[in-house]
């Protein structure tokens, strides 16, 4: 047993030895060209950004609206939407026109859980948003992941957890453990290749684009489920709510006028929103414009587009994402 | 709990070090850490079913020793036929109840009746059909006195609800567990590094091998309508490998645990996919679920019926083939059924009923064939023909339903078939997988190194796995047996 044990410890300590040196030399040289303020550099002739999850993915079409540029990431929380907005200001003074997807989604509770998946992004969050991913005494936070605690054990698995994963991210991106080295290998490859190309950089994928259209009502309901409910229950998000006047605050600092923009939802799904999640955005909104003069608001969740421009309930597919981007492609220039 | 989750990584060396440091002064106590642990295992997933897996323990347990018991042999029966009974009646309602509502429905509608719809909102409890043929086993065993019924009751439970082998097997048999149970359990060293190897082997096979797969099968059976036929190959032999690494890797981690725990469990994968024909495929696929079902199904049936059939021949057919044709159909007809309350399973089960009774009316053809062609010569050919014949099975195994099977089916024998598919990291993953497994066919598991001598060859070795585990992961997938 002794010697399985010191055999053991010394594995792990070999392991763990080797892994820093590695991972430093990995993590060093990626962060250092991935967040560098060269990597968020546009070309000169990008003055609208567009910036947000799908709903920003499948409907601004950069190759349609001139002078553009889309920065949405599938399922990107405003949480790291607000990190990486800041970051591409600050690099591109030219920008003149922040344009953010602002669903009824954006704001809830639900996508709380999303926040550790957003660990990737940690070289560019500012103290704020370093104190929120490492924030393992926050109950409140915790109890949006894994819904409300039915017990006394579950609260305390949950802070462990937490704490776990916490340490990891600590591990990844202050010590250097590689942990999922794939982002860093992918980059790599590209750099060898003499091509790196902003699409390869994990923080700007591109469009996503589709013909397919599928309004099955179970599809809805799935994604109403997912937006909009944790067991049943609805709430807002503090997290998202904060990174929104964040946003805000930051185009006014950069002197950029900030778009909200409620995309298009077929008319199917959007009677499913709960009243709750409406109630909260009118709300949340009108204390925005109250706060901010640099803010302009566009509600296109009503359009009526035919059954065939939707991909599903929620998004608008390719033709959908063509006729859109052409009816608003003046609408920056304006 | 996942074996695949942070909470695992965190919960086995805590039970590891309880169990070798504190509790190795008493065999009780060394029990009843386990147990806990178990019982801790599954409630993670579901405190409520809990309560199913003791209830369902302690039925065996007390049907056992009422068997015992007994002293007339129609009382034994009477107790093995409840036992029986309530194990099956709880696996039906909670599995199956659904599916044959939904059957009969479906049946009344084609004869042209209407019935009101009143399936219930039941949750499958996850593991039920592992550890009820433990239970049944037992009962079984008991009843054969092939077994003593077990007084102790925390025995009995532990030997039901053993938290490697709870969720999804091997289906490590009581006649085989409980005396390991009951055994002074001494740590081997030797023993304990291969558990280790063959747990990073099992990761390896479901993280990396399983769930690359799985993104790929995702998206090919969700598209198969818009896909070249050569594709829907690709993606039966993409499924052929997530389940295989998906599953293996299940048993591979629970095997290498309990042997951490100074306990050997039986092998549950044999390389299936180097069998030279269907049947030695069984005899190497889930090899507990295949001996469980030929003891305690195919035998027993296959005796009762061959003392009915008197004649030699039915229709100028030997009764023995007869005989074995209808008790292998029943026997993979519940096989497929076991799998899932879902007609695609039962296809899938009778597929292989099929193709064995082919096998065995065409044997003196094939045999011809063979040595004509001299293909005993070729294994490799008779390992394809296999390995096409089961990954066709797996696309009913994988489907949705039957007409998405069928019409995957029909799509994938067109004339796209001959045209080249996308290749993605997953294939090539796959095939140095498929390389190593053949490299070390003879041995236990992929990963069982012992014979390289030269210690920091053998840990690089580790650290490479670790490092292909911790980069390469697929998206976090449950593993598949999980819902059967």
């Known amino acids: ?300 969740s009503s359009v009526d587009y035919p059954d065939s421009l939707f991909g599903d309930g929620d998004h608008l597919n390719a033709p959908g994402m063509e006729r859109f981007s052409n009816e608003i492609k003046d609408l920056f220039t304006e | 709990m996942l074996f695949n989750s942070i909470e695992f990584a965190i919960f086995l060396p805590i039970v590891f070090i309880l169990y070798w440091f504190v509790a190795n002064k008493s065999l009780k106590l060394q029990n009843f850490l386990l147990l806990g642990a178990s019982y801790f295992f599954y409630a993670f997933w579901d405190l409520r079913f809990l309560f199913l897996l003791i209830f369902v323990s302690v039925l065996s347990y007390s049907i056992a020793l009422i068997i015992q018991k007994a002293e007339r042999k129609e009382q034994k029966k009477k107790w093995l036929i409840t036992g029986i009974s309530l194990n099956l009646l709880v696996l039906a309602y909670f599995k199956y109840f659904n599916f044959f509502v939904d059957s009969f429905i479906d049946l009344f509608t084609t004869l042209g009746i209407s019935l009101q719809k009143t399936t219930l909102e039941i949750i499958l409890p996850i593991g039920i059909s592992f550890y009820i043929f433990l239970s049944l086993s037992y009962i079984i065993d008991v009843y054969w006195e092939k077994l003593k019924a077990e007084k102790n009751l925390i025995d009995v439970l532990l030997t039901l609800g053993f938290f490697p082998i709870l969720l999804a097997g091997p289906i490590q048999r009581p006649i085989t ?129 061959a003392r009915k059939l008197s004649r030699r021949k039915y229709f100028g057919v030997r009764a023995d083939k007869i005989n074995y044709s209808i008790v292998i159909t029943a026997t993979f007809f519940l096989c497929g059924l076991w799998h899932g309350a879902n007609w695609t399973f039962i296809i899938w089960g009778l597929l292989y009923a099929f193709y064995l009774i082919f096998a065995l009316f065409t044997k003196n053809l094939k045999n011809r064939f063979k040595k004509n062609l001299r293909l005993d010569k070729l294994p490799i050919v008779s390992i394809l023909i296999t390995f096409l014949l089961t990954s066709l099975g797996w696309i009913f195994f994988r489907a949705d339903n039957l007409a998405q099977a069928f019409g995957y089916i029909e799509r994938l024998f067109s004339a796209s078939l001959f045209t080249l598919p996308d290749r993605s990291r997953t294939l090539y993953f796959i095939i140095a997988f498929i390389i190593v497994e053949w490299l070390q066919r003879k041995k236990q598991h992929g990963l069982e190194i012992d014979n390289i001598k030269f210690t920091a060859l053998r840990w690089s070795i580790y650290y490479l796995m670790i490092f292909l585990i911790l980069n390469f992961s697929g998206s976090q997938q449950e593993f598949i047996y999980f819902q059967f």
């Open chain 2, 177 to 305: 567990l409980l005396p390991q149970i009951k055994s002074k359990r001494i740590f081997h060293y030797q023993s304990a590094v291969d558990g280790l190897r063959q747990i990073l082997w099992g990761l390896f096979k479901k993280i990396v091998i399983a769930d690359n797969a799985a993104v790929q099968v995702n998206y090919i059976f969700s598209n198969y309508e818009s896909l070249d036929g050569s594709m829907l190959l690709l993606g039966a032999f993409y499924y052929a490998f997530q389940i295989y690494g998906d599953f293996s890797g299940y048993s591979d981690i629970a095997i290498g645990t309990a042997r951490l725990l100074g306990f050997n469990l039986m092998q549950n994968f044999n390389y299936p996919y180097f069998s030279k024909n269907i049947g030695e495929f069984w005899k190497r696929w889930h090899i507990s679920l295949s001996s469980w079902l030929n003891e305690y199904l195919f035998l027993p049936i296959s005796y009762s019926l």
């Open chain 1, 1 to 300: 047993m002794k010697l399985f044990i010191k055999k053991i410890f010394l594995f792990t300590i070999v392991f763990g030895i080797f892994s820093v040196i590695v991972g430093q030399i990995y993590l060093h040289n990626y962060l250092k060209i991935v967040f560098s303020e060269e990597a968020f550099r546009l070309p000169e002739n990008i003055t609208t950004v567009f910036f947000g999850d799908s709903h920003a993915n499948t409907t601004f079409d950069p190759e349609i609206i001139e002078n553009s540029f889309n920065a949405s990431v599938e399922s990107e929380i405003y949480f790291t939407t607000y990190s990486k907005m800041k970051s591409l200001l600050k690099s591109n003074p030219q920008i003149k026109n922040v344009v953010l997807s602002h669903g009824y989604h954006n704001l809830s509770f639900a996508y709380n859980k999303d926040i550790l998946f957003s660990d990737k992004y940690y070289s560019l969050f500012d103290q704020w948003g370093k104190e929120i991913i490492h924030s393992a005494a926050n109950g409140q936070l915790l109890e949006y992941k894994y819904g409300p605690f039915n017990s006394f054990f579950s609260r305390w698995f949950a802070y462990l957890e937490h704490f776990v994963n916490s340490t990891f991210i600590r591990l990844k991106y202050d010590v250097g453990v590689p942990v999922n080295l794939t982002d860093y290998l992918n980059f790599y490859v590209s750099i060898l290749r003499n091509n790196p190309k902003l699409n390869e950089f994990p923080l700007y994928p591109g469009n996503y684009r589709s013909d397919k259209s599928n309004l099955e009502e179970s599809l809805t309901n799935k994604f109403i489920n997912l937006h909009y409910y944790i067991d049943g229950e609805v709430g807002s998000s503090g997290i998202m709510i904060e990174s929104l006047y964040r946003m805000a605050e930051t185009c006014r600092e950069y002197n950029v006028n900030f778009f909200l923009i409620n995309t298009p939802i077929h008319s199917s799904f959007k009677s499913k929103i709960p009243e709750y999640y409406i109630k909260l955005y009118d709300e949340v909104l009108i204390d925005l414009k109250d706060k901010f003069d640099n803010i302009y608001y566009y509600d296109f």
